[in-house]
Structures are given as C-alpha cells and as structure tokens.
C-alpha cells in the first residue's frame, strides 16, 4: 500500500454558517473561523473541510453556486479567505474547498445568458428538452421532492435540476463547460488550497436520451437515478479532470457519491486509474431507512452495519481506499441516531468514535461532533430551515399524514440536526453569535458545549483527541488489514488490524446493555485505550469500547 499524506489525515468539516459569526449578523462567517482554529489545531485536526463558503443566494445554503470565484457577502470577503488559508496553513493544517460542479445556482451568470435564448453561447452548458404531450419531458423526480423538471416560459423548454428548481443541472457533454470548470479548479489551486470535497461528483454523466424510469406505487414520479449515477462517461470525465488539473498538484479528493458500489469506488480511487483519492459512500447511512426512503423510519440492526462496513473495508483493501464518517451537514448527529443521547450521552458518542477512527481509511469529525452535539427536536416546522426538510413536510401533509408522524421523522432524519450553530460555551446563544442565529441554537448548550468539554478531561473532546493522536502514533491503524472477529455477537462490534509485527484488536459494545466477550486472543495484550476506568474482565459495560495493541516479538 502506497503511502500518502491524506490517508494519514484526520478531516474535520466546517459548516460555515453554523460554525462561528464574528460580527453579530447571526451567521457564521471566515472571521469566526479563523477565530477557532486554535481549537481545532488542538484536537489534532490535519485537514479542513469547508463546506461552500462562494457567492450564492441560498436556496440550498450555499450549495447553489452563482459565482465560483467571489466569497458570499455574509461569510466574508476574498481577503478573509485568504487569511484563513495562511492561518490554516501555519498550524500545519490544510485546507480544502468544496466543489460543486453537477449544477450551479439559476442566477449564475452562465445560467442566466443560457435562458435568454435558445441562440444563446451558453444556451449548452445546462440540460434543456422541450415538453412531451403538455407534461415534462421525462418523469425523473427531484431529489429534493417534486418534478427534476422546471418549465422556462420564454424558451418553451424545460431544464433539468436534480435538486431544487433553482440548481439547474450542468451539462458535462459540452466540452467548452468542461474546459470552464477545470480553469477555475486550477484558479483555487493556484491559490494554495490543499484539494477538493466535490459533491454528488457521480451524477455528472446522464444516459444519453434521459429516458422514464419505473415510478413506484405511491409516487408521483421515478427516480429517474439508475441513469445519472455513475453514469456512462463518469470515469472519462474524471480521467480529463485528472489529467487537466489534479495531476498537476499534491492533493486531496474526495467525491461524495450516493449509489457508489465498492466495485465502482475501487474503480474511482485505484492509484493506477488516476481519477480521486477516496470516495464518500452512503450504503451504511441507509441502513436504518424503511422501504420508502429516508424518511422511512427503521431500527438499525448492527448485524447490518458489520456486513456493511466489513465489505468496504475487505473488498477496498489493496485497491482503493475509504473515507470514514457517521456525520455530516446532510445527516443526523450519530450520538442521537446509533448511539443513546441520554443515558449514555458520553459513552455511546466514544463507542462510535472509536469503532469508526479504528477502521482503514481517512476520518472525517463533523463540527460539534467532537463533544457530543445531539440532534434537535424543535416544536414547528417554522423552527427548521432546510429545503429538503420543508419539501418533505408539504408532501407529507398533503399525502394526509399526521403532524406527530412527520416530526418524528423530522426529528430523526433533518438535515437541520447537523445545522443548529456549534455550541461553544454556556453563553447566550452558545457563544456562536451576538445576535439573532439564523437557525435556532440547539437548547441543551448549557449542558453539552465545547468549554465545558475541553475543561473536564474525561469529556468526549480529549477521547477524540486520544483517538487522533494514536492514528499518527501506530501505522498498523493507518495502513493494517482488516478483519471482522465474533461476527455472531448480537451485541458487539469487533475486528482486529494487522500491519507487520502488531496487531490491534478494537472491540465495541454497540448497545445500552452489558455483554460478555470472550476473545483468547488478548492474552498479554496491552489496552491502549477505553472509554471507561480500567476494568478489563470479560464483561462489557454499557456502550464500552476498548482498545488492544498485541506486539510480537521478530
């Protein structure tokens, strides 16, 4: 396995507008972050990850790009980004830039000429179909709920979005588009950055004549996915992009891909076939989905996540390698959804942390993550504020269900879990802003937040630290080979990784009661780590998760 600096990597994510606000506007911004970056300097973070931070009108927070090469007003200036560059870069750190390259916003510059006129330069660089017989021209759905569809009277012609009406799909065919963005990629790496998180980067490529799919009982429309997924030229485009930009620097890529097999990530990210570095992969964030979806409820079976997890890491490697992650800006937070928010608030959170940052592959720690933020339960629907959410709870009322029925989905399953501002101290607001915040604070900051965390040394904080710090202390969690041990155990979640002369065996009580584990294998084994005092019977306590290091001598 060859060695590369972004393997040994921990990432951490900014959500720019809930991280930190500066200057009292109630949205977070580039001063508020180069304001904590002592804080992440200190938890042992290698590589940021900074969620959208270019111009934009928000429809889908900053995911809806209408310039790639200005900053958002309310996130700073071109200046304070590249301040924070410098600031990141002399803590040793890195820093890299989300790509957003499926679709732009309707009020880019390109977006806008290419609906003046079907004559229009740019008129190509979107995906347009005139209507079939009164109705769109195909029955795909949107991601976001509703039709992938959006009529434009002016032209009499549809143009395709796979998320809201306003990110209209770019059309990747079109050479000149392609030559457009790679230019631009080569204007932020030129700037210094360390590399690039791109979203949805698999749906690129769409089937030729963008044909109807099955719509399932129920629906309005299909999911229209099995034909931009990976689609047909993905691996072209990725190679040109390669070979164009990425080839040109030392950096990190990470394409965040939804419906990505190991098979097709080992394609993506094999040294030898020079597309990305590493894949984001959703398969285990379905697990607890019901048949229709997110919103299904359904209990995680942990029989499930071994398999799940145990596949990708096997089947990734030799070839390939894995990004590792249980919270991001579009999921709930991991401690509330796998783990017990209450009870066992702070061993549930360092169980999962530590079956996750034991794994091969690249971590990556969402904001607030590090000491425990939950998920919000907020009484109204006038409390939340992602688009995806509010879709959804039209569509579910008009569909007759119930508003208990709904919140608990919402509660669940939100992406305003992820977005409530970071909690930093007990102050108003948790410190995050001096104003109003544009999302409301999660209200249990008096209790869980980053002051109080870093002050008590058995906090979630220092176990994540500890967990970070023995990544760059042992090679064999870096770089060992996986194995999953006691697959039958209905309780525990256990496997071992070995790497020459050392193998380290990870074993994690994924439930909120005790179990028993028998593993001769630890005899005269050392434990590196746990989340609770010392006690090393064959009994498991609640949500325990203990570490072992096994030397042999040469």
């Known amino acids: 396995m060859e060695k590369s600096w972004w393997k040994e990597s921990v990432v951490y994510q900014i959500y720019p507008r809930s991280f930190m606000d500066s200057n009292g506007d109630g949205i977070g911004d580039i001063q508020g972050i180069i304001s904590r970056l002592d804080y992440l300097h200190e938890l042992g973070i290698d590589v940021i990850w900074l969620s959208p931070v270019y111009r934009s009108p928000n429809d889908d927070n900053g995911y809806d790009i209408s310039d790639y090469q200005e900053i958002m007003d309310e996130f700073g200036t071109m200046e304070e980004w590249e301040q924070l560059l410098a600031e990141v870069h002399n803590r040793g750190m890195k820093l890299i830039m989300d790509l957003v390259v499926n679709h732009s916003s309707d009020e880019h510059q390109w977006f806008v000429e290419a609906r003046s006129s079907k004559e229009n330069r740019y ?44 990110q209209p799909d770019l059309n990747w065919e079109n050479r000149a588009l392609r030559e457009e963005i790679y230019k631009m990629m080569t204007w932020w790496l030129d700037k210094g950055i360390d590399g690039f998180r791109m979203d949805v980067i698999n749906f690129i490529s769409k089937v030729e004549g963008l044909p109807n799919d099955e719509v399932k009982p129920g629906n309005k429309y299909a999911s229209g996915s099995k034909y931009y997924r990976n689609g047909p030229r993905i691996h072209e485009y990725l190679q040109e992009m390669h070979q164009e930009v990425l ?23 094999a040294d030898d076939r020079n597309e990305l570095n590493m894949v984001f992969q959703f398969e285990h964030m379905g697990l607890d989905n019901g048949t229709n979806g997110k919103w299904d409820l359904k209990e995680l079976h942990l029989n499930d996540l071994k398999t799940n997890l145990s596949k990708w890491q096997t089947e990734l490697e030799h070839k390939g390698w894995n990004s590792l992650y249980l919270n991001n800006h579009d999921q709930p937070r991991s401690v509330s959804r796998f783990g017990d928010d209450r009870q066992y608030h ?3 959170a360092t169980m999962l942390a530590t079956l ?66 970071v909690q930093w101290d ?15 604070v999660n209200p249990n900051y008096m209790e869980i937040n980053a002051k109080k965390a870093m002050e008590d040394s058995n906090s979630i904080f220092h176990y994540y630290k500890k967990l970070i710090q023995l990544r760059k202390q042992n090679e064999v969690i870096v770089y060992g080979t996986y194995k999953l041990l006691l697959e039958e155990h209905p309780a525990v979640f256990a496997y071992e990784r070995k790497l020459d002369t050392q193998t380290l065996y990870v074993i ?26 010392k006690d090393e019977t064959n009994e498991y306590k609640p949500y325990e998760a203990r ?8």
């Open 123 to 166: 008129r190509d660089y979107y995906i347009w179909r005139p209507g079939k017989d009164g109705k769109e021209p195909n029955n795909w759905g949107s991601n976001f709920g509703g039709s992938a569809w959006e009529y434009d009277e002016r032209t009499d012609e549809y143009f395709l979005h796979l998320f809201s009406k306003k």
């Open 247 to 269: 080839s040109k620097y030392d950096v990190m890529t990470v394409g965040e891909m939804p419906g990505v097999t190991p098979e097709l990530a080992k394609l993506y990210t």
């Open 346 to 348: 702070y061993e549930s």
């Open 356 to 421: 996750l940052h034991m794994m091969k592959g690249t971590p990556y720690v969402y904001q607030g993550e590090e000491f425990g933020m939950t998920n919000v339960n907020f009484p109204s629907i006038e409390d939340y504020r992602d688009i995806e959410t509010l879709n959804f709870y039209s569509e579910a009322k008009e569909q007759g269900e119930s508003e208990e029925q709904i919140m608990a989905s919402l509660y669940a399953k939100s992406r305003d879990n992820a977005r409530t501002p």
């Open 426 to 440: 007990d102050s108003l607001n948790a410190g995050f802003t001096s104003g109003i915040p544009w999302i409301e």
């Open 508 to 533: 994690c009580n994924f439930y909120g009661e005790r179990t028993t584990v028998d593993l001769e294998e630890l005899n005269g084994a050392q434990l590196l780590l746990s989340n609770y005092k």
């Open 547 to 554: 570490v072992y290091l096994v030397e042999k001598q040469q």
